[in-house]
């Protein structure tokens, strides 16, 4: 006779061993300290003394020397200098991932476009009347047998085309994305990190492109004085200089890496907490930090006119509430027909992750 079985529910069962719970506290440390072990391991050591992370069986020594065995760190032989390995890297943007999805379960955002039906590869909730021609694997059988149920009763059973319900399905879109990550000195000035919420927003992103969405392409830029592509694996060393803020380079580069993609839709993404500042002129640099210099403003203004003939979506996620700042981003997005969200670097993630899903799927 099959039936439920209840049992007193058991916490120690499902809880992580000593070294999962030190893990999860040591990548997060790798992360605001740009991937250097030794000063992650110190804070790590001052935390255990502040909270008793570790134990009598099971301390921060056992820790290190499960993080070589395991092999998450490399001890360099002839200096005794720690690195992580790629290992660490993957398991940081894991985390990063679960970490601002596990916040997108729990929470919602207004003012975000709404996900599109049509003739696509990924089935939604939503189910609409069958029509002559749809596919009979799309029919949502649970549905239709309960339509005709309801329709001709249960003791003469039968199913008619009126009953039969489609589920719907998504189309999801390959798109080339260029994310532009502001490494100026102000974001870490001010009393405030935005760099580290940049960084696992990158990380997060890149491990959702790379294992979702094998098909599409993500590109990494930075930009201070000067903009450079970095690689994924880059992204947890990454610091802020002691540079200006050139946005022309970094959307210059931008443009430049998706005329070279063949996907059909492209988009660049800016994560940014200030105005331009800087211009590259030949070898030199005009820079100007105090308030919006129109030389540069111009400059940056035609760039996102140039995007928007290119079809270039440009979507800029503002990490400072300065009214005068939100001004020029509100111009900026006017002229390029973009999107801009003005956040905190705690709903960061959640900005871009809703915008870059709802971008995957279109009506066809």
């Known amino acids: 006779m099959k039936g439920f079985i209840f049992s007193r529910y058991d916490p120690s069962e499902n809880s992580q061993s000593p070294f999962e719970k030190l893990l999860d506290i040591f990548t997060q440390l790798l992360t605001y300290t740009s991937g250097d072990v030794a000063e992650a391991l110190q804070w790590l050591t001052e935390l255990d003394k502040e909270y ?14 499960d993080l ?8 360099n032989e002839e200096n005794g200098n720690f690195a992580i390995t790629s290992k660490t890297e993957q398991t940081i943007r894991k985390r990063a991932l679960d970490e601002i999805f596990g916040k997108l379960k729990k929470s919602s955002i207004g003012d975000h476009n709404i996900r599109k039906s049509g003739m696509g590869d990924e089935m939604n909730a939503e189910t609409r009347p069958y029509e002559f021609g749809d596919p009979l694997e799309q029919i949502d059988m649970t549905a239709s047998i309960r339509n005709a149920q309801i329709n001709h009763g249960i003791d003469a ?18 798109t080339s994305t260029a994310l532009m990550i502001d490494i100026s000195h102000s974001m870490i000035l001010y009393g405030e990190d935005r760099i580290t919420p940049a960084k696992k927003v990158a990380m997060a992103l890149s491990e959702l492109i790379t294992t979702r969405y094998p098909k599409d392409t993500l590109d990494i830029i930075v930009f201070g004085n000067d903009a450079w592509q970095i690689e994924i694996k880059d992204l947890p060393y990454l610091q802020v ?6 946005t022309v380079a970094g959307l210059e ?3 430049d890496i998706l005329r070279r993609r063949r996907n059909p839709n492209k988009q660049i993404f800016m994560i940014t907490d200030g105005k ?12 100007n930090s105090f308030g919006l210099d129109r030389k540069i ?68």
């Open 52 to 65: 008793q992370l570790s134990n009598n069986e099971y301390g921060i020594g056992d820790f290190i020397q």
């Open 68 to 75: 070589k065995d395991k092999g998450f760190i490399r001890e």
């Open 157 to 174: 059973f039968s199913m008619q085309q009126d009953d039969l319900e489609i589920r719907e399905t998504d189309f999801k879109t390959q």
């Open 241 to 246: 200089g002691p540079y200006h803020t050139n």
């Open 253 to 255: 580069l931008a443009m």
């Open 276 to 287: 331009p500042t800087c211009l590259k002129q030949g070898k030199s640099y005009y820079k």
């Open 297 to 364: 403003l111009n400059r940056t203004l035609n760039l996102a006119a140039q995007c928007k003939k290119l079809k270039i979506p440009i979507t800029t996620f503002m990490v400072a509430t300065d009214p005068w700042l939100q001004q020029f981003v509100n111009e900026f997005t006017e002229t390029n027909n973009g999107k801009a969200f003005f956040s905190g670097t705690d709903q960061l993630g959640q900005f871009l992750f809703y915008d870059f899903e709802s971008g995957k799927r279109k009506k066809v």
